[in-house]
């Protein structure tokens, strides 16, 4: 039994070092084959910039209001701890902090949308690389372990800090950019390496599925806005489209069951 369990931990560990060895080999081929990516006043001309009652980019503005409303409902219930099947300690930093940044990306969007300019843009990327870094080490936790799902969070916040010091120094957007799309690429890769801990595991599909969906209509921001007459946009379609991505989670929280006991998780129960 004890040759059995090593002989899976060295397994572990292989997986683990293949996964962060080819995205860091990802990472230094982006950064040497793309071109640099600046702040611009195009990045700040949104198709619909309408002001309705006095509120600038009213609809870009107003699209926000679901974040506030779900992060503040799944901190809460992170918080407590009944609703959501929450089994590790790791988890409830992961998901507190997630949903604790579904708010922040309420306010910095809102914030950014009604006078969007260069000063303003890290108030909109800030809160959702925080989300993003929450949610992966919440995914890191329950495939892999504790420890190392809680690492994976402290490494990827000094990431988020690093990258917006690059951004704001150097006027490239290229690693934000690219923090962005890892919950994307990373969580249905290692689906398949790691089992799930708890039924209900194809959310985190169906969210990455989303989170495609609301990029797609931000790069087709104007296309849309003019296919449907002016009525909205594409980029107030990504916020309500994002929106789904936190409430799909705390379904998934709701209705989960354990699955898999792992010995590492016997180990590092609080």
């Known amino acids: 039994m004890g ?18 060895g080819g995205a860091f080999l990802c990472w230094i081929f982006i950064m040497f084959t793309t071109p640099k990516i600046p702040l611009s006043n195009h990045h700040h001309r949104f198709a619909d910039m309408r002001n309705f009652l006095g509120v600038p980019n009213t609809l870009n503005v107003i699209t926000t209001f679901p974040f506030l409303v779900v992060g503040v409902v799944g901190f809460i219930l992170s918080l407590q701890g009944c609703f959501f099947s929450i089994s590790l300690r790791g988890e409830v930093w992961g998901w507190m902090l997630f949903y604790g940044g579904t708010v922040g990306v309420a306010f910095g969007s809102a914030y950014y949308h009604l006078k969007p300019d260069d000063s303003r843009a890290m108030w909109d990327i800030v809160p959702m690389m925080v989300a993003y870094s929450s949610l992966f080490s919440s995914f890191i936790v329950e495939r892999v372990g504790r420890r190392v799902g809680l690492s994976c969070l402290f490494g990827m916040l000094v990431v988020v800090s690093l990258s917006t010091a690059y951004a704001r120094i150097f006027n490239d957007l290229r690693l934000c950019m690219m923090f962005q799309l890892i ?9 398949f390496y790691y089992p799930p801990r708890y039924t209900h595991s194809i959310y985190w599909l169906w969210a990455a599925g989303v989170y495609l969906i609301a990029k797609f209509e931000a790069a087709l921001d104007r296309k849309i806005y003019h ?44």
């Open 3 to 20: 040759g059995l369990t090593n002989k899976q931990l060295e397994m572990g560990r292989v997986k683990r070092t293949r996964i962060w």
């Open 183 to 191: 919950p994307c690429i990373a969580i249905p890769v290692m689906t």
């Open 227 to 270: 296919a449907n007459r002016y009525f909205i946009s594409g980029h107030s379609l990504e916020h309500l489209c994002s929106a789904v991505i936190p409430v799909l989670f705390a379904i998934m929280l709701m209705y989960r069951n354990i699955r898999i006991q792992r010995l590492s998780d016997m180990k590092e129960r609080p």
